[in-house]
């Protein structure tokens, strides 16, 4: 492996520090100079080495780094020293993401779109991120090149995922082009995904998910129209008189569903306090939306939609849908939950790969409920990655965020790295012979 210092006086150079046959965790950095971007930067699911052992608020950052939780990047965090020029611009909130944007150094400028700007804001609001938003994010509006530092410039793109704001990124310094694409879906009504190739196309490296890109699901390429379509009329199927739900916070197209779905069926659908904020700060209230009443903070601060107290959820049950979180599910000890039906809706645990799926399904047996899952991926299928990949013409396809990439093969070269290499740009474009594909 070579140094880093062989390139400072010339190229682009592109390292892997997480993203790499997982699904969780993604980052990535381009240098040019003494010039930095890092691309996403997301925490690894699972992490077993912290299961109930306490954080040292001494050495956070130090412990972090030696378990493997934070990527050994210098001038970095919270407790180094900065040198360079050093910006980190994120694709969307999802925890694989961001989740580690916690510890970064305060004077560090996080960039991301308008609409994820929004949500990181309202999800600070609740207590479930901790940048401080006003210093630190800056957004970027779409379609408009953003010079970073002295060599590099990002650009924006609007692509579908399930978090608003999503957005695959364009990254320019003299030498190369690189477009990294976030996470993306391709239902039948989602353009922007479809569009990307028009407005980002043939770049040098294209750096995509492959999430779907699994031996189980290649075959598999069910056609979606939209969420709304899929989910709707299978929510209204379900016989039972009541429903429990969960939820991903960040989904916020999922909480419009669940509205417009309940109002079909004329029930009412009762929020957890932080989700009724989220519900609230996208203007979804209507008549039949309300939040279960607590005395937490965030509950003071909603004011477009009723409360609900669990006295009048438990005499008024069958007229409820009610969502609970898994970390909430004491809750139902109280309500009269019974033959109801708990709709798991890609909240967490996300899936059986989490140790508290088991967890899940032992409440819901104990509670005498039925349960359905009733979920739509956010993730292009095998086939629409490879379409896009094909669509998009890169020089060199680097295929990441997904146990099997190996599975995908762009048009032309097709690279897989590893962690902890430099690679010079020179190297990805000039010097990969057929052999390494
Ligand atoms: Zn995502």
């Known amino acids: 492996m070579m140094e880093q210092n062989d390139f400072k006086n010339g190229q682009t150079t592109i390292q892997f520090y997480a993203g790499l046959k997982t699904i969780g965790g993604t980052i990535f950095e381009i240098t040019y100079k003494n010039e930095r971007l890092i691309a996403d930067f997301g925490i690894v699911f699972q992490n077993n080495l912290l299961k109930g052992v306490q954080l040292r608020p001494q050495h956070v950052i130090s412990d972090l780094k030696q378990l493997g939780v934070l990527p050994s990047i210098p001038n970095l965090f919270r407790s180094d020293e900065l040198t360079g020029d050093t910006t980190i611009a994120i694709s969307h909130l999802h925890l694989d993401h961001i989740g580690l944007l916690q510890y970064v150094h305060p004077d560090i400028p996080i960039i991301m779109s308008e609409e994820s700007k929004a949500l990181y804001g309202h999800l600070h609001a609740i207590g479930e991120e901790s940048v401080d938003v ?4 800056k957004s970027v509006p779409f379609h408009q090149p953003i010079q970073v530092s002295a060599h590099i410039q990002v650009e924006f793109f609007p692509v ?3 978090a608003p704001g999503t957005s ?8 190369t082009t690189i477009v990294y694409t976030g996470d993306v879906r391709l239902h039948g009504d989602d353009v922007e995904t479809a569009n990307l190739p ?4 043939s770049p040098d490296i294209l750096i995509i998910e492959t999430t779907n890109v699994q031996a189980d699901f290649l075959d598999k390429n069910p056609v979606i129209q939209s969420e709304a379509d899929e989910l709707i009329p299978a929510l209204l199927k379900i016989d039972s008189t009541s429903i429990v739900f969960n939820i991903y916070h960040r989904n916020v197209r999922r909480l419009e569903i669940l509205i ?6 004329g029930k009412i659908i009762v929020f957890e306090p932080e989700t009724a904020y989220l519900v609230q700060a996208y203007n979804m209230e209507a008549s039949h939306v309300r939040y279960l009443l607590d005395d937490s903070n965030v509950s003071n601060q909603i004011h477009a939609i009723e409360p609900i107290t669990v006295e009048e959820l438990n005499s008024d049950f069958s007229q409820v849908w009610l969502q609970s979180s898994y970390h909430q599910m004491m809750t139902l000890l109280d309500l009269p939950v ?24 032992e409440w819901v047996d104990k509670l005498g409920m039925g349960f359905v899952v009733l979920g739509v991926s956010g993730h292009a299928s095998a086939a629409q990655i490879k379409w896009l990949a094909d669509a998009m013409q890169a020089k060199v396809t680097i295929p990441l965020h997904g146990f099997t990439p190996e599975l995908l093969q762009g048009p032309n070269q097709t690279f897989l790295p590893q962690t902890g290499v430099i690679y010079p740009i020179s190297t990805l474009l000039k010097e990969i ?4 594909k």
């Open 198 to 201: 028009n407005v980002a196309g």
């Open 338 to 361: 019974k033959g109801a039906t708990y709709v798991h809706s890609n909240g967490v645990p996300l899936g059986s790969f989490d140790p508290m799926y088991e967890g899940l399904l």
């Open 168 to 175: 695959a990124i364009r990254i320019t310094t003299p030498d």
């Open 134 to 137: 006003d210093r630190q994010v």
């Open 160 to 162: 579908n995922h399930d």
């Open 260 to 265: 417009e779905a309940a109002r079909q069926k």
């Open 433 to 436: 012979g057929p052999s390494s």
